[in-house]
């Protein structure tokens, strides 16, 4: 059985692709017009895998799914948005990258700090001052874990 696929009105949603499932190929835009080539509809195994680990990270760390929330910085003139979530054992900032090219952003180092990991690739990032600064893709995000400096 072949499922249809596609969003009838702009704030309902394109459902999630499963790979199971047949889809018919999308012929209409969100207002109900006519494309002018139709849109094969398939799963998307990275993405699939991406909102897996957007999932698995929530479950892991408390601060995403209770924690505080405080804003960094939101510039609409760049396209970015970072945030933090925290709670009284774990500190995570949320960087967003909106915009379609590469971007640097920093912000002041907390006394108890001195590295953090970049969770979706594992990069481990040191502070080298009281300002952290760092660069972020196009269209991207990222979630750093920010850990404690380890009593010797």
Not at 120 to 135: D, P, Q
Request: overall charge positive; proline content about 3%.
């Amino acid at each position: 059985m072949r499922q249809e696929c596609g969003a009838r009105e702009i704030l309902q949603p394109k459902p999630m692709i499963w790979p199971e499932l047949n889809y018919d190929n999308e012929n209409t835009n969100h207002d109900g017009t006519l494309k002018k080539r139709a849109e094969t509809v398939e799963f998307n195994n990275k993405l699939y895998d991406y909102y897996r680990n957007l999932i698995y990270l929530r479950k892991k760390h408390a601060s995403l799914r209770m924690g505080d929330y405080k804003t960094l910085l939101a510039d609409s003139k760049n396209n970015l948005l970072i945030f933090e979530r925290f709670t009284e054992n774990e500190r995570l900032v949320i960087v967003i990258n909106n915009s379609n090219h590469d971007k640097s952003y920093s912000f002041e180092k907390r006394s108890a700090y001195n590295t953090c990991q970049e969770l979706f690739s594992g990069e481990v990032l040191k502070f080298r001052s009281r300002i952290f600064t760092h660069n972020i893709e196009p269209k991207h995000g990222h979630i750093l874990l920010f850990k404690q400096a380890e009593e010797k």
